[in-house]
C-alpha cells in the first residue's frame, strides 16, 4: 500500500487488500492512497510518495474537470461515477472507470477502479473504420444506403442517395423495396422512377 502520508483508511472494509483496483483521495482531490494492482496500472503510486497532487497532470483535461467538479458537490451526491482518462509514465494513454464514495467520518473519497482501456481502444477503432468507409461511399459514384431488414429503417446514406432523395417526395401506391439490406444502386433514376408512398426515410450521412 503506497500512501502520501498518514491517513485514517478505513480499516474496517480492508479495501486496500483487495485485488481491484482502489485508491482514496481527498476532497481538494489530493491522491492520499493507491492499493498494488492500481499502482502497477498507472504508476500512481510515484506521486502518491511524493506530491499528491502531481497525478492530476497525468489525468486528461476533459477527466479533470469532471473529477473536481465531482468533488465540489459531495455535500449533495457523495456518490459519483466517471471515466478517467490518463496516461502512463511511459506515455501511453488508458482509461478507468471510477465508481467513488464519500466517507464522512473519514473525510476520504475511495474509489474503486476498472481498466476499460482495451474496451476503449476498441471502440476508437471501430470509429475510425466507419468514419472510412463513410468518406469511401462518398467518393462512390453511385447511390448507397444501408437498410436494417427488420424494419426497413436507413442507417445509412452517402451524398450521392442523400441528393437523389432530397426533392419533394412523389405519392405511388408502391413504396421502395431494396434488393438488400444493404443496397448500391448506379441507376440515378431508380429510387424516383416509381415514386415513394410516403416521405423518403430520413438516413444518417457522413454529414451527419
Excluded at 469532471?66 to 482509461?95: S, Y
Excluded at 462512390?140 to 444506403?145: D, K, R, T
Excluded at 443496397?183 to 430520413?202: D, M
Aim: net charge positive; charged share 25%.
Amino acid at each position: 500500500m503506497h500512501t502520501s502520508r498518514d491517513v485514517a483508511l478505513p480499516q474496517a472494509h480492508d479495501w486496500h487488500r483487495l485485488p481491484g483496483l482502489m485508491m482514496a483521495i481527498g476532497r481538494d482531490a489530493r491522491l492520499l492512497a493507491v492499493n498494488e494492482p492500481l499502482a502497477a496500472c498507472t504508476g500512481w503510486h510515484r506521486d502518491a510518495a511524493a506530491d499528491g497532487e502531481a497525478w492530476l497532470d497525468r489525468l486528461s483535461a476533459p477527466s479533470r474537470r469532471e473529477l473536481l467538479k465531482a468533488l465540489d458537490h459531495l455535500d449533495t451526491a457523495d456518490r459519483f461515477r466517471l471515466e478517467l482518462q490518463f496516461r502512463r509514465p511511459g506515455g501511453e494513454v488508458g482509461w478507468l472507470e471510477c465508481d467513488a464514495r464519500w466517507n464522512r467520518d473519514t473525510e476520504l473519497c475511495l474509489c474503486a477502479l476498472h481498466d476499460v482501456s482495451a474496451r476503449k481502444r476498441t471502440e476508437l477503432a471501430l470509429r475510425e473504420q466507419t468514419t472510412q468507409l463513410r468518406v469511401l461511399a462518398d467518393n462512390v459514384p453511385a447511390l448507397i444506403a444501408y437498410y436494417e431488414q427488420q424494419g426497413f429503417r436507413c442507417t445509412f446514406a452517402n451524398r450521392h442517395y442523400a441528393s437523389a432523395l432530397a426533392g419533394p417526395p412523389r405519392t405511388s401506391s408502391a413504396a421502395p423495396r431494396p434488393r438488400s439490406s444493404a443496397s448500391a444502386a448506379g441507376n440515378r433514376s431508380a429510387p424516383t422512377s416509381s415514386g415513394w408512398s410516403r416521405p423518403a426515410p430520413r438516413c444518417p450521412t457522413s454529414a451527419n
